[in-house]
C-alpha cells in the first residue's frame, strides 16, 4: 500500500506516539488551542518532566510542535500529520471493505 508523503519510519513513529492514552490525550487537549507543558502537566498524575518527555515523543512523531513563548512552551498540534494518519487508516479501511465484499460475494455463489 502507498501513501503519498509519510514514509515507513514517518507511519511507525505516528502510531507509536498515538498507541499511549496519555499522548492521545495530549493531543486532543492542543487541537483546539495551545498549551503550555505546565498547564498540561497539571491533567496528569505524573511529573512535569514525565510529561515533557510524552510532549517529546509526539514532537518526533510530528503530531505536535512547540513554541517558545517567555519562559514557557507552547504545544500545538500538527493537524497535517493528524490527517495523513487519517489517510493512513481509511486506505486500511478500503482494503478491509473489499476483502469483506470479495467474502461476500463468495459465500452467495451457488455451490
Given at each position: 500500500m502507498v501513501v503519498h508523503e509519510v514514509t515507513d519510519a514517518e507511519i511507525d513513529r505516528i502510531f507509536q506516539a498515538l498507541a499511549d492514552a496519555t499522548r492521545?490525550?495530549?493531543?486532543?487537549r492542543v487541537l483546539v488551542?495551545?498549551?503550555s507543558v505546565t498547564s498540561l502537566s497539571e491533567h496528569y498524575d505524573m511529573s512535569f518532566a514525565a510529561v515533557q518527555?510524552?510532549?517529546?515523543?509526539?514532537?518526533?512523531?510530528?503530531?505536535?510542535?512547540?513554541?517558545?513563548r517567555g519562559?514557557?512552551?507552547l504545544v500545538h498540534s500538527r493537524i497535517d500529520t493528524i490527517g495523513r494518519a487519517q489517510t493512513l487508516l481509511t486506505a486500511f479501511e478500503q482494503i478491509w471493505a473489499q476483502r469483506a465484499r470479495r467474502i461476500d460475494d463468495i459465500l452467495a455463489e451457488d455451490p
Open positions: 492521545r490525550d495530549i493531543v486532543s488551542v495551545g498549551q518527555k510524552h510532549v517529546t515523543v509526539l514532537e518526533r512523531a510530528l503530531l505536535v510542535t512547540k513554541e517558545r519562559r514557557e512552551q
